[in-house]
């Protein structure tokens, strides 16, 4: 059985990769690249940066009663879409900056803290400990790594799960060039229209 330091470190772990993930989507664009929304919803890199720096903040500062940068969105009275974008006044260095003064804070708070630790995180109406923190932003994280992995691959083609393993069933991502990606887009828009006509899915369940 684990310790409680190596549980601690073990979910530390996890939460750092995704972290690392959702920083490598937003690295190398341009101001006009990462404020674009791409989504009726109006989902967009930066403000998916802005929003985690927000529940790193809201968890492992507020709820532990610990200190945090008096930020206007993450005061109680804030419109709660103000933390899914940035605003004209705010350049996506100093987003970012953010959240990665936001993943050190977490840590410290993290080294300091038994994994039994309570917090009382202001809108959330039980209490949590340190280890369901852990899994709760880390699942958070992981749900909107995935959104800024999907949003990235439609302004450039750049996919995978971060730099050093691009984690993809094909050779390269998309933005290599390579026809493999080509032929199996055309392979799924070739069983849609079969799927459209009929022609898919009309099997009973005795004949799967």
């Known amino acids: 059985m684990d310790t409680p330091s190596q549980t601690k470190a073990l979910l530390s772990g996890y939460l750092d990769s995704v972290r690392e993930a959702v920083l490598w989507k937003v ?22 940066v802005k929003h985690l720096a927000a529940v790193e903040y809201g968890h492992f500062q507020m709820g532990f009663g610990r200190p945090y940068p008096d930020l206007p969105h993450l005061r109680m009275d804030a419109d709660r879409m103000s933390d899914f974008y940035a ?3 705010e350049s996506a260095d100093q987003v970012v900056r953010t959240y990665r003064d936001a993943i050190a ?12 630790a309570v917090a009382r995180v202001p809108w959330r109406t039980e209490p949590m400990t340190l280890e369901q923190v852990l899994l709760h932003v880390t699942v958070e994280t992981a749900r909107h790594a ?3 992995d999907i949003v990235r691959e439609q302004v450039d083609g750049m996919a ?16 290599d060039g390579d026809p493999f990606w080509d032929e199996h887009l055309m392979h799924l828009r070739t069983l849609a229209k079969q799927a459209a006509v009929g022609g898919l899915g009309t099997g009973t369940k005795e004949e799967q």
């Open 27 to 48: 690295d190398g664009l341009d101001e006009p690249a990462l404020r674009e929304p791409y989504t009726p919803t109006g989902t967009n890199l930066l403000g998916l």
């Open 105 to 116: 804070a977490s840590r410290q708070t993290c080294e300091e803290l038994q994994l039994d």
């Open 146 to 148: 995935g959104h800024a």
């Open 160 to 175: 995978g799960l971060n730099a050093a393993n691009g984690n993809l069933s094909g050779p390269g991502a998309p933005r």
């Open 87 to 89: 605003t004209a006044e």
